[in-house]
Every structure is written in C-alpha cells, then in structure tokens.
C-alpha cells in the first residue's frame, strides 16, 4: 500500500500533511455532505476514478458528515481476493435512510459488495443499536453473516431474541473488546480495508459535532496492529468543520438527528486536536501497512 495520503478537500477541515495529494473539491460540499442520491454518489465515484492516482495511501475525508464516500474508495479497490472492512466508529452506519445513501446508512451498501468478505463495525457506544432504535437497523447484513457489530455498553439483548446474537459482540469495556477483537482476527487473518471515524474516540481524545465513544488512542492503535492480513486501503473522517446547508431538507435532517452546532471560537482548537490525533492515526497505518 503507497504511504502517500490523500486529501478529499470539500469542507478545508484537515491540517497539512507531509508529502499530500490534495484533491479540491470543495463545489461538491453542499451536495454530498450528509447523504445525497445515489446518483449523486455515482456522479462523485466516477471523479474518484478519474482524479486519484492508482496507488496512494490513507484517504482523509473531512468531516465525519461525509463518511458515506468511504463506499466508492471501498468499491474501488482493486482486489485479487476477497477483503473484510473493519470500521471503526461510535454509531453502526447501518442505519435506514429513504433518500439515497448518508454517512449513517453506507454499510449496508459496502457489505453488499462481492468483493468484501466480511464488515465489522468496532467501537459502538451509541444507542442506535439498542432496543428503541432496532427497527432502524438494516438486520439483512447482520442475518447473513456479512456484518458485525462490536459495542460498548449497550443494551443488544433484542438481537438474541431475533436470531442475531452471532452478529453481536458486546463488552463492559474498551480493553476487553479490543483483545477479543485481536484474537479473532489472529485466528483468521485477511486483507482488510480499515475506515476511521474519530467520533469512535472519547472527547478528551478528540472532540467531533457527533455523540461520541469511549475509545482511547491506545485502544485504536491496538485494534490497528492488530489486524494481520495486510491493508489493502484506508480513510480516516470525523473532522469537525462549520457549514450551513442551502437545503431545507439537509438542514431538518441533521436537526433530527442531533447533530450539534460548532461554536465558531472553539473550531481551530477543536481542529488542532483533530490534526495531531491524524498524525498518530497516519503514522499506525503506515507502520502496519509497510
């Protein structure tokens, strides 16, 4: 895997970077951030094939709003064998959404490739997998053996009563997941597409305009290392930038879901954090992938 990162520039979130490939794209800002149609997304694979090179390293994607094109990176991989995609992040990203793809509903879509294995979705301390938000998940992949959910603290035990409970990994704490999470993956080591949404972090580690996890910075380069088949491509999101949506609908949705404002005095601290927390994330990556 080239080291050499890449930067999807939509919404000027990421800090500068040793040796980067910068990609601006900031016109596209107001019809991806969020979700967008799946012609939209289509349209947006196609400028991926056309821009990027075609070896690079870790894809920075700007804030988590647009963790959804992690789909067309995903679809784009140019596999000789078959590869799992382990993300790590606070909410499942398995979520139903009736007007396209957004960045709470595109694992549904990666784990419907034939290409990918298996998807497991590490770090969730969101209660969108508990019992009152379970109608909201797409139960196909859970059911299929093609998606796991690896969570903290949350109440799945409706998943036993639906024949589910080998789709569910649930732990008291952070250390425990992770060494269960290494040891299954030393017992079957694969190529692995990793995806990083730094809402998976505690606050203290990085603070981000999601609700947010419990992971510490060890615990991600734990689950990093130990992934034993090779990488064979990466994304890092969850940036925190300032936008108003042009769209009504946009800006009701992400009211819906609680998504809080950025106070514009706290946006380049909360920003600098994010950036040396990139370079530790960067730096695992590339060790692991070398």
């Not at 639906?162 to 789709?167: D, K, P, R, S, V």
Request: proline share 4%; charged share 20%.
């Amino acid at each position: 895997m080239n080291h050499r990162p890449v930067v999807l520039d939509i919404d000027h979130s990421v800090g500068p970077l040793a040796d980067r490939l910068v990609v601006p794209l900031e016109h596209w800002q107001e019809a991806l951030r969020f979700g967008c149609r799946l012609a939209t997304l289509r349209r947006f694979g196609r400028v991926l094939d056309d821009t990027l090179p075609g070896a690079h390293g870790t894809v920075l994607l700007g804030s988590g709003d647009f963790h959804h094109l992690s789909w067309p990176l995903i679809e784009r991989i140019d596999a000789r064998v078959p590869f799992q995609v382990v993300v790590l992040d606070n909410h499942p990203d398995n979520m139903r959404y009736a007007f396209g793809v957004h960045c709470g509903s595109w694992v549904r879509r990666v784990a419907m490739l034939p290409q990918v294995s298996h998807v497991h979705v590490v770090g969730i301390a969101s209660g969108d997998i508990g019992r009152a938000h379970a109608w909201e998940n797409y139960l196909a992949p859970l059911r299929r053996g093609k998606l796991s959910y690896w969570c903290l603290g949350v109440d799945v035990g409706w998943a036993r009563r639906l024949g589910l409970a080998h789709a569910f990994h649930r732990f008291d704490d952070a250390q425990a997941l992770v060494a269960e999470f290494r040891a299954a993956q030393r017992q079957r080591p694969v190529p692995t597409y990793l995806s990083i949404d730094k809402d998976v972090f505690a606050a203290e580690v990085a603070r981000t305009n999601w609700d947010q996890g419990r992971l510490r910075l060890e615990h991600a380069l734990a689950l990093i290392d130990g992934l034993q088949g090779g990488l064979v491509g990466s994304d890092i999101t969850g940036e925190v930038s300032h936008y108003r949506y042009r769209s009504w609908l946009k800006r009701r949705l992400s009211a819906i879901d609680a998504q809080p404002a950025v106070d514009p005095a706290d946006l380049s601290v909360w920003q600098a954090q994010q950036h040396a927390l990139n370079l530790e994330l960067l730096a695992a990556i590339d060790a692991h992938a070398a």
